[in-house]
């Protein structure tokens, strides 16, 4: 399951290894300046796509997870992460599909609601899933109204690059923080044939530097790349003034993004892990062994003992 899927320029501040909060701008009396850092600063406010801008500028860099559900979601934002996606990747990771494809705008909404209730500090983004945009700006419009309006999302995300600029632009013009995602689109699976890396070649890294400016020009806040050589994504993020995220795209974009079961070790591959992804955990291990001892004990007639029992 792919739902996925060095050095700075003169452009951009490089990333420096000083903690955030010692760098941050503080003025008193403006709240949002007086923010520390994305990750690793106290915050008793949602962020936005100001604080985005801010650590672009600081050249912060941030992580990002996907989170489908509020109990998962608070553990993440407990644990500091600023920006949470609610990504059709739900498709292979929650509700069983074979990808995101089959995903819908009633899936997004539920589960996007759920993620926002579920944490108070993280910017949500909500995927708008295969389907809901293509149409073209107006259809985009009305699905990122429901999911901003219904589910409470801070922001919503679109995968292309120059063909879903008009998308971006009416979205942003009706006030929506939008969310670029380009190189591996996993809703265009089917007619990349497979989940292989893009930009690679002359022509193809020209296209993704275009798409990178065309989306940015049409006004998205940041843009996910996936499954990008590393030194073109470096390119990218030197030229833009909007956050890379990346995944699969080396370490120079200005984010990063992992699904979460795949960073937790929940996630079960058919074959070998991608070579991009770290696991962090082996959640799979760990909640195997919980449901075995659990059953053992049932069977044994060691669960529920005693102090476990009502008198
Ligand atoms: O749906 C998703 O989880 C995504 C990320 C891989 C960026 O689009």
């Known amino acids: 399951m792919t739902h996925a899927t060095g050095e700075r320029g003169s452009t951009t501040p490089a990333h ?31 962020l936005t796509v100001r604080d985005i801008a801010r650590a672009k500028e600081r050249g912060e860099r941030w ?58 500090r993280a910017l949500i983004v909500g995927d ?27 922001a919503v995300k679109l995968e292309g690059g120059e063909r879903s600029a008009e998308q971006i632009s009416l979205l942003v013009q009706a006030g929506i923080p939008v969310m670029a995602h380009i190189g591996l689109t996993p809703q265009s699976v089917h007619a990349f044939g497979g989940h292989v890396v893009q930009g690679r070649g002359e022509e193809a890294a020209q296209q993704l530097l275009r798409d990178a400016k ?22 990218a993020t030197r030229s833009l003034h909007i956050p890379t995220v990346g995944i699969g795209a080396g370490p ?23 070579k991009f992804l770290k696991q962090y955990a082996d959640l ?4 195997g062994d919980a449901a075995k001892a659990f059953a053992q004990d049932v069977v044994d007639g060691a669960y529920p003992a005693a102090e476990h029992s009502f008198r």
Request: proline fraction near 7%; glycine fraction near 10%.
């Open 252 to 274: 120079d974009c200005d984010a990063q993004v992992l699904v979460w079961t795949d960073m937790a070790g929940l996630t079960k591959w058919p074959g070998r892990t991608p």
């Open 16 to 46: 420096d290894t000083t903690p955030a909060h010692d760098t941050a701008p503080v003025a008193s009396g403006d709240r949002e300046k007086a923010l520390p850092g994305l990750y690793g600063g106290a915050s008793s406010r949602r």
């Open 214 to 235: 065309a989306v940015q020009d049409a006004g998205a806040f940041a843009v996910v790349l996936e499954l990008v050589p590393a030194e073109l994504a470096a390119e």
């Open 284 to 287: 799979r291990g760990v909640l």
């Open 63 to 120: 992580p990002m997870l996907t989170a489908y559900d509020a109990m998962t979601a608070s553990v993440f934002d407990e644990a500091g992460i600023p920006v949470m996606l609610v990504g059709d990747s739900m498709g292979n990771c929650h509700l069983g599909y074979e990808s995101t494809v089959p995903v819908t705008m009633d899936e997004m909404t539920l589960l996007s609601a759920a993620v926002v209730r579920g944490t108070s």
């Open 128 to 154: 708008l899933p295969f389907g809901s945009y293509q149409e073209g700006p107006v259809q985009a419009l009305r699905s990122a109204t429901r999911l901003v309006k219904e589910a409470g999302v801070g």
